[in-house]
């Protein structure tokens, strides 16, 4: 039986086990951590559901719909759009056609203009007709020159595209890839964002069980350190001694899979810092289980009332929030809750957030590679390493789950192309 070792228990090593297995293959996968999952991880703390910075699933992504069991996910989802905030003023912007009931605070909702509403209903008719790979496979420029050359107000772009966009790229500029726009707004027009009730580690947790399942052996706390391979094998060297396989599928992060195999890798990469706060659950924020954008500026950039969607993240009693800072600000932890608490606190003047506490700060300095203009033309392919070796990871796609869940299948397809 041929034999193949996955390095790395992430979602692409996971999904990449599972069809490896599915499809006769003797499969082991090398996490170096004690828990699998890479990013996508929760941590639980006295009643308390901490995801690894603010995450969450798209659920019309296409390989979200075809490796995941989402109904037993139990899903909680948001309600479409974002209460836009700044001093002393708040504002609900929806899409009405999946929220009725936002419909008329989204009409006259002066934060964004009459002929924005409309550009922005046309941009959905638009993509509703294109498929997912020729958006990513188009020539683009920037969010920012896209937004402009559709005819896009600068008030649309500060008190909308940059915050709610600058959560999901990590770039408040708008500097990314106008391909990621593309794709992610026809995805939240086609369907839900919503977490797990147990977290976001939930999808790693159901990966893990359905390649187990299926007969994959998982490996926690083992490191490998290096790959050594022929034409007809491999020898993976690690923490516990070595071995030897028929191929590898290296499915970890960039920076440790370009050192394994030798090949270029993205380099540069966009951070956060997201923390966690609990409120007594009588203080209600009123977002009807929405973001609160930031519109003035990025600190933070966006705060989430969490147990609003899922009242299993805090015990009886508490609700739990979450602020994002973008990039790595450097200020320590209290500073940071402090400038969340002063932020609350002009957008709700009438209140105090004195109970406002900070649970945990989570600084994840590689939470997406940068994913500029004509970013996937340097992107490394699947089959790019030497010998019987083959890259795993959204980094041979896009940053996102649908790039790593799907790369995990692509990734098994070639290494059984190669056994074929």
Not at 103 to 117: G, M, Y
Not at 275 to 299: C, I, M, W
Request: hydrophobic share 40%; net charge negative.
């Amino acid at each position: 039986m041929t034999r193949v070792a996955v390095v790395g228990g992430g979602l692409a090593g996971l999904v990449a086990a599972r069809h490896l297995t599915e499809s006769g293959v003797d499969v082991e996968v090398l996490e170096r951590e004690r828990t699998v999952g890479g990013r996508v991880r929760t941590t639980r703390e006295d009643g308390f559901t901490f995801d690894r910075g603010f995450q969450v699933l798209f659920t019309a992504y296409p390989a979200v719909q075809r490796e995941l069991d989402l109904r037993a996910l139990s899903l909680r989802r948001f309600t479409p759009g974002a209460v836009l905030a700044r001093p002393g003023h708040r504002s609900v912007l929806s899409d009405p056609l999946r929220n009725p009931g936002a419909a008329t605070e989204t009409l006259f909702n002066r934060d964004v203009r009459f002929s924005d509403k409309l550009r922005t209903f046309k941009l959905q008719r638009e993509l509703r007709h294109r498929d997912p790979d020729d958006i990513l496979d188009a020539h683009d420029g920037s969010i920012e020159e896209y937004l402009a050359e559709r005819g896009f107000s600068r008030e649309y772009v500060e008190n909308f595209a940059a915050p709610f966009y600058g959560g999901i790229t990590l770039d408040r500029s708008l500097g990314t890839s106008s391909a990621v726009f593309e794709y992610t707004f026809k995805m939240l027009t086609e369907g839900d964002i919503a977490v797990p009730a147990a977290g976001m580690g939930a999808i790693s947790e159901q990966l893990a069980d359905r390649a187990t399942t299926a007969g994959a052996t998982v490996r926690t706390g083992v490191a490998v350190r290096s790959l050594d391979h022929s034409d007809d094998g491999a020898t993976v060297e690690t923490s516990v001694g070595e071995e030897s396989v028929d191929a590898v599928v290296v499915a970890t992060d960039p920076k440790t899979a370009g050192e394994l195999t030798g090949v270029a890798t993205p380099t540069e990469t966009n951070g956060c810092v997201t923390q966690y706060f609990s409120l007594p659950e009588h203080v209600d924020l009123a977002t009807g289980k929405r973001l609160l954008l930031n519109t003035a500026d990025a600190r933070p950039n966006q705060v989430v009332p969490l147990t609003d969607v899922a009242s299993e993240y805090a015990p009886d009693g508490e609700q739990l929030l979450s602020a994002t800072f973008l990039g790595t600000p450097s200020r320590d932890d209290d500073v940071l809750a402090s400038e969340v608490r002063e932020a609350l606190e002009s957008w709700y003047p009438s209140r105090r957030f004195v109970e406002l506490d900070l649970l945990r700060t989570d600084r994840v300095p590689f939470a997406q590679f940068a994913q500029p203009p004509g970013f996937r033309r340097s992107l490394p392919a699947p089959e790019a390493p030497d010998g019987p070796v083959v890259l795993a990871g959204d980094y041979t796609q896009w940053s996102s789950i649908n790039g790593a869940l799907d790369s995990g299948r692509v990734a098994a397809n070639a290494v059984l192309d190669r056994f074929d």
